[in-house]
């Protein structure tokens, strides 16, 4: 899909996504000191968007911005909508695996909502 990454669902925290309450001169600040790009540019791509901190769906050209400090899923809806149909087509086509039974014990809510081991080492 080219030089793009699309994330979906709750991002979590980073410090490398700005929190929603900083005002566009410490976000650009941030920017700036993570990928270099031109003070002009970076309030191009920024101006008018919403926090990526609050987004469901988020889209990075990690070619351009390898950092992924500026989301731009907005600017380009086709990008977004050909990956997530290509997310789709896996989803669809996806076998279940059929030879490994499921050990409650294992379940991530038991450990703070995280995958851990949960077996004694032999």
């Given at each position: 899909?080219?030089?793009?990454?699309?994330?979906?669902?709750?991002?979590?925290?980073?410090?490398?996504?700005?929190?929603?309450?900083?005002?566009?001169?410490?976000?650009?600040?941030?920017?700036?000191?993570?990928?270099?790009?031109?003070?002009?540019?970076?309030?191009?791509?920024?101006?008018?968007?919403?926090?990526?901190?609050?987004?469901?769906?988020?889209?990075?050209?990690?070619?351009?911005?390898?950092?992924?400090?500026?989301?731009?899923?907005?600017?380009?809806?086709?990008?977004?909508?050909a990956i997530l149909a290509r997310i789709q087509?896996?989803?669809?086509t996806a076998v279940t695996p059929g030879n490994?039974?499921?050990?409650?014990?294992?379940?991530?809510?038991?450990?703070?909502?995280?995958?851990?081991?949960?077996?004694?080492?032999?």
């Amino acid at each position: 899909m080219g030089p793009w990454k699309l994330l979906v669902g709750d991002p979590g925290t980073d410090d490398r996504v700005p929190p929603p309450n900083l005002d566009s001169d410490a976000l650009l600040a941030i920017l700036q000191a993570a990928s270099g790009s031109s003070a002009d540019r970076l309030l191009e791509l920024i101006e008018g968007q919403e926090s990526s901190q609050t987004a469901a769906i988020q889209l990075f050209n990690v070619d351009t911005d390898p950092l992924e400090t500026v989301e731009c899923s907005e600017l380009y809806p086709d990008v977004v909508e050909a990956i997530l149909a290509r997310i789709q087509h896996y989803r669809n086509t996806a076998v279940t695996p059929g030879n490994v039974e499921v050990d409650p014990a294992s379940d991530p809510d038991k450990f703070g909502g995280v995958w851990t081991p949960w077996m004694e080492s032999c």
